[in-house]
T-cell receptor
């Protein structure tokens, strides 16, 4: 059974710092991996999607990497801003015909002005 | 236009009542899901429908009954509500295969009193 772990559970950094959020999964046979952002009381916003054949994806100040063989993904946020404060969730899809995402418990990020 | 919309956003009801949450997606996706986010913010799959057919039914009490009248809609009906049903329920959709990952609604915060 696929399990997804995110470390740390919470992170507080001063504005302007670069930071890395970690995600690990137990079954390396994933189809893709998706990073989401969740603001308090809000839904999930998709940030980046990495297919199993890809090593990384970039969007603005965000860069997500994927190392399938070791069961790891990282989300790098450059020059953090207070507006980046949110909970970041990692989710994996096991196969093309899989109809579910398995989520980690998230990392709650606070960027201090 | 909202890609995945669910109503209501908030729902407060008494124990024993029956309630429904509606979900609609305008993305042309063929797969829709219901996820439950508990008090610890952990997201877990409840149901998945592909082309109106039930694909995944996790260990969910049979008081929960999903209904998919067409590919764009997946509603969730809950009978005899219990205190433990209080949570945030998220609807999501995706397309089979690679696509662009899953898209989530804004969530319905259900409070059973």
């Amino acid at each position: 059974k696929q399990e997804v772990t995110q470390i740390p559970a919470a992170l507080s950094v001063p504005e302007g710092e670069n930071l890395v959020l970690n995600c690990s999964f137990t079954d390396s046979a994933i189809y893709n991996l998706q990073w989401f952002r969740q603001d308090p009381g809000k839904g999930l916003t998709s940030l980046l999607l990495i297919q199993s054949s890809q090593r990384e994806q970039t969007s603005g100040r965000l860069n997500a990497s994927l190392d399938k063989s070791s069961g790891r993904s990282t989300l790098y946020i450059a020059a953090s801003q207070p507006g980046d404060s949110a909970t970041y969730l990692c989710a994996v899809k096991v196969g093309a015909g899989s109809y579910q995402l398995t989520f980690g418990k998230g990392t709650k990020l606070s960027v201090i002005p | 236009d909202t890609a995945v919309s669910q109503t209501p956003k908030y729902l407060v009801t008494q124990m024993g009542n029956d309630k429904s949450i509606k979900c609609e997606q305008n993305l042309g996706h063929d797969t829709m899901y219901w996820y439950k986010q508990d008090s610890k913010k952990f997201l877990k799959i409840m149901f998945s429908y592909n082309n109106k057919e039930l694909i995944i039914n996790e260990t969910v009490p049979n008081r929960f009954s999903p209904k998919s009248p067409d590919k764009a809609h997946l509603n969730l009906h809950i009978n005899s509500l219990e205190l433990g049903d209080s949570a945030v329920y998220f609807c999501a959709s995706s397309v089979t295969g690679r696509g662009r990952g899953a898209f989530f609604g804004q969530g319905t915060r259900l409070t059973v009193v």
